[in-house]
């Protein structure tokens, strides 16, 4: 089975694609997108219950796509276990044979969330982030190829990226931005990293969707942390007479613009609509047949 890692010492831009995982998917829905993201991606991301939606266990989806040659990437967070069932999980996941996760310490749950329930946050990110490489310190059967979740903006100057280094000196070995859809910023954005030499430290990938509608763009905008989302995209979908297409060719677009910014080294492609968009976008990209 081909990895993440190994795509990301061998290709000059990398993609994963981000499974649609609800309290509803269940084994045949898993396969079922694998099957139509897994030749496109060097790697299928697995999220860890997203704004507290429940759904199938993050470790059970990975184990299903190792079981069919798909390389997962596992999301971990540190909202909802403490730190002794988060390092049962790394065991549990290197015995499946888990190679790529990525690691963030995880939103706080919605206002309202119901049923009420407590938010753990025993430990940091960057604490969980060196748990996971200190287990390459001892035998096992995988070796986890860590990363985790920045936020693409204008840097003020003299900005000098403190807790991304500390994040990286962790064992943070790529870096992914939340949703961004305005190559301006990550320009700029980029230009500070490249500066300051972390791009030769840790792979910059940035997370890119197919947006269904003008609505979907204004709830990312209003509900993802993190996320950039100018106006002009919103106008261009509200615009459009079918969205959902156009939608596909801003995605496209922006895959293509971003291989030519300095220091990005891959994207992840992600969807709250029809799966099948995804592929969609990247062949349109011109980025895989």
């Known amino acids: 089975m081909k990895t993440f890692h190994e795509a990301t010492r061998t290709r000059d831009f990398t993609l994963t694609a981000q499974l649609k995982l609800t309290r509803e998917t269940g084994r045949d829905s898993v396969l079922q997108q694998a099957d139509v993201l897994g030749p496109v991606v060097d790697a299928i991301q697995v999220t860890d219950n997203p704004n507290g939606l429940v759904h199938l266990s993050p470790l059970a989806v990975s184990g299903l796509l190792i079981q069919i040659g798909i390389d997962p990437i596992l999301q971990m967070t540190c909202r909802d276990r403490n730190f002794i069932a988060l390092q049962s999980d790394l065991l549990g996941a290197r015995a499946l044979g888990v190679t790529g996760l990525l690691i963030q310490r995880g939103d706080q749950l919605p206002a309202g969330y119901r049923p009420q329930t407590n938010e753990v946050f025993d430990i940091g990110g960057k604490k969980l982030i060196a748990a996971a490489a200190n287990l390459d310190r001892t035998p096992g059967s995988a070796k986890f190829h860590i990363g985790t979740v920045i936020t693409a903006f204008n840097p003020k100057s003299g900005w000098r990226a403190k807790s991304l280094v500390a994040k990286i000196d962790a064992g943070a070995r ?100 029809k799966v099948a968009t995804i592929p969609a976008a990247i062949q349109a990209a011109g980025l895989r047949d």
């Open 174 to 273: 790529f870096l992914q931005t939340q949703m961004c859809f305005d190559t301006d910023v990550l320009r700029r954005y980029l230009a500070r990293l490249v500066a300051n030499r972390l791009t030769r430290r840790a792979q910059i990938v940035v997370s890119v969707a197919t947006l269904p509608s003008a609505e979907t763009a204004r709830w990312v905008r209003d509900n993802v942390r993190g996320s950039v989302m100018p106006e002009r995209v919103i106008r261009r979908l509200e615009k459009a007479p079918d969205p959902e297409q156009e939608g596909i060719r801003l995605c496209a677009e922006l895959l293509q613009e971003m291989q030519g910014i300095p220091g990005i080294g891959g994207a992840n492609v992600l969807t709250p609509g």
